[in-house]
C-alpha cells in the first residue's frame, strides 16, 4: 500500500508542479520577449513623436489583417503596402466590415515583424489602443498615425504591420452578468 501511496503522491506533486509551470510561463514569456525584442509588439499606447527628425531614409511599410476564429467580420488595409520617410509622420487606415446581423465588440492585436523592428515602429494613434463595436452591416474606417523612428538601422528591410482582429462580443456578455 505504501508504494501506490508513494506514487499518486509524487504524480500529484508533478501536477502541482507543471500547473505551477504553466502559470509562471506568461511572465517568463514576456520578460525573454521584452529582453530579446522577439515578440513583434509594438508600443500599447500613444507615442509623443517630439523627438524624432525627419529623415533622408524611406522604408517600406506592408500592411496584413486576420480575423482570429471565422468572426463574421470583413477586416483590411486600406492599402498593401506605403514607402515611408523615416522620421515622418504617416496615417492610413483598415476597413472593417460587420457582416453578422448583431452588435460584436472587437479588439485589435498588432505585430510588427521583423520582431527586432516593433521597438522602432511607433504608433502616435491608433484603432487598436481601444475597443471598437460595430453594429450589424456597419462599415468603419479604423485609423491609424504611425511613425518610424530614426534611431531605425540603415541596413532595415521593409517593415511588416500585421492587426488580427478578435470579436470579443462573448467576454463582454459574461462580464456584464458578473
Known sequence: MTGIKSTITKLSLAVVAMYGFSYALVPIYDTFCEITGLNGKTNE???????????????????ISNVANSAPLYF???????????????????????????????????????????????????????????????????????IIDNELPNDSGDIVLSYTMFDISNNIKETNKL
Not at 53 to 63: M, S
Request: with cysteine; aromatic share 12%; hydrophobic share 30%.
Open 45 to 63: 499606447v500613444a507615442y509623443v513623436a517630439n523627438d524624432i527628425k525627419e529623415d533622408n531614409r524611406f522604408v517600406t511599410v506592408k500592411f
Open 76 to 146: 483590411e488595409p486600406s492599402v498593401s503596402e506605403m514607402t515611408v520617410q523615416v522620421g515622418k509622420p504617416y496615417n492610413t487606415h483598415y476597413v472593417m466590415k460587420n457582416n453578422s446581423s448583431k452588435q460584436l465588440h472587437t479588439t485589435a492585436s498588432p505585430s510588427v515583424t521583423p520582431g527586432k523592428h516593433a521597438e522602432y515602429f511607433k504608433k502616435i494613434e491608433c484603432f487598436c489602443f481601444n475597443q471598437q463595436t460595430i453594429n450589424a452591416g456597419e462599415v468603419k474606417d479604423l485609423g491609424i498615425q504611425f
